[in-house]
């Protein structure tokens, strides 16, 4: 027997077939915290809970394509860089039935969720509260302006500690933190976004050298307006040197 005359009489009913979704952890920067884009369910199960933009995957459509769609539905953005996170499968995740969701994973400076928090209501940008040390892992919760944890649909707090377990791990060995900041910065805006991130103070002077040694950043020649004291040198992420010294893993 060939594949065709295999397949002309092969049953897929045969096996299970469980549902697959995407679903975005979408993080920036707010109030010297990492924050998390949530949208409010309207519908069941877990109606009235927040949970990750996301969505089934379509049969015509890759993961990857999943992911640009349901980004471009969610937020208004189109061009967003997105890397796989994690598949989680635990049988009973979803109360529907057997669902499979590939998590995907981006960093994007806050102004950039503006426009979609403005014209959707059902959206929030909910600070993160880890209530764990480094690389511990585990769940962690999402909180509203006043500080309180805001209930989470399905295992959706279980991906959001695994997104930051995964992001404090890449800061050591990736310029993935260059996602969260203007073209141009200090080196105290750099320093403060590893520190938001890690949870922890870091060494100013241990910090700042070991960025320069790395060769990721380069000054710009130019200086910060608008401020009271010395103005600070503006720095820009130098990508080319980057790719050469560590490849391409942003």
């Given at each position: 027997?060939?594949?065709?005359?295999?397949?002309?009489?092969?049953?897929?009913?045969?096996?299970?077939?469980?549902?697959?979704?995407?679903?975005?952890?979408?993080?920036?920067?707010?109030?010297?915290?990492?924050?998390?884009?949530?949208?409010?369910?309207?519908?069941?199960?877990?109606?009235?809970?927040?949970?990750?933009?996301?969505?089934?995957?379509?049969?015509?459509?890759?993961?990857?394509?999943?992911?640009?769609?349901?980004?471009?539905?969610?937020t208004q953005i189109a061009d967003a860089y997105v890397e796989q996170l994690y598949t989680f499968g635990a049988p009973d995740r979803d109360p529907r039935m057997r669902v499979l969701t590939v998590a995907y994973f981006a960093l994007l400076p806050a102004k950039h969720f503006e426009a979609a928090l403005k014209d959707n209501?059902?959206?929030?940008?909910?600070?993160?509260?880890?209530?764990?040390?480094?690389?511990?892992?585990?769940?962690?919760?999402?909180?509203?302006?006043?500080?309180?944890?805001?209930?989470?649909?399905?295992?959706?707090?279980?991906?959001?500690?695994?997104?930051?377990?995964?992001?404090?791990?890449?800061?050591?060995?990736?310029?993935?933190?260059?996602?969260?900041?203007?073209?141009?910065?200090?080196?105290?805006?750099?320093?403060?976004?590893?520190?938001?991130?890690?949870?922890?103070?870091?060494?100013?002077?241990?910090?700042?050298?070991?960025?320069?040694?790395?060769?990721?950043?380069?000054?710009?020649?130019?200086?910060?307006?608008?401020?009271?004291?010395?103005?600070?040198?503006?720095?820009?992420?130098?990508?080319?040197?980057?790719?050469?010294?560590?490849?391409?893993?942003?």
């Amino acid at each position: 027997m060939d594949d065709r005359e295999f397949l002309e009489n092969y049953d897929p009913a045969q096996y299970d077939r469980p549902s697959v979704t995407v679903d975005l952890v979408l993080m920036s920067i707010l109030n010297g915290s990492p924050a998390i884009l949530l949208t409010r369910r309207a519908q069941q199960p877990f109606a009235g809970r927040w949970a990750l933009p996301g969505g089934f995957l379509q049969m015509h459509e890759s993961l990857d394509e999943a992911a640009r769609r349901i980004l471009l539905e969610h937020t208004q953005i189109a061009d967003a860089y997105v890397e796989q996170l994690y598949t989680f499968g635990a049988p009973d995740r979803d109360p529907r039935m057997r669902v499979l969701t590939v998590a995907y994973f981006a960093l994007l400076p806050a102004k950039h969720f503006e426009a979609a928090l403005k014209d959707n209501p059902a959206l929030t940008l909910a600070e993160i509260e880890v209530p764990w040390p480094g690389e511990t892992g585990g769940p962690v919760a999402a909180l509203d302006s006043d500080c309180t944890p805001l209930p989470l649909a399905f295992d959706h707090a279980e991906i959001l500690g695994l997104a930051i377990k995964r992001l404090r791990g890449k800061l050591d060995y990736s310029p993935v933190a260059f996602a969260l900041l203007p073209s141009l910065f200090t080196l105290r805006q750099l320093q403060d976004v590893h520190e938001s991130i890690l949870g922890v103070k870091l060494n100013k002077p241990a910090f700042r050298r070991k960025m320069l040694d790395r060769n990721w950043i380069s000054g710009s020649g130019k200086r910060e307006t608008g401020a009271s004291f010395r103005p600070a040198e503006l720095y820009y992420f130098n990508q080319d040197n980057e790719r050469n010294d560590h490849g391409t893993d942003t």
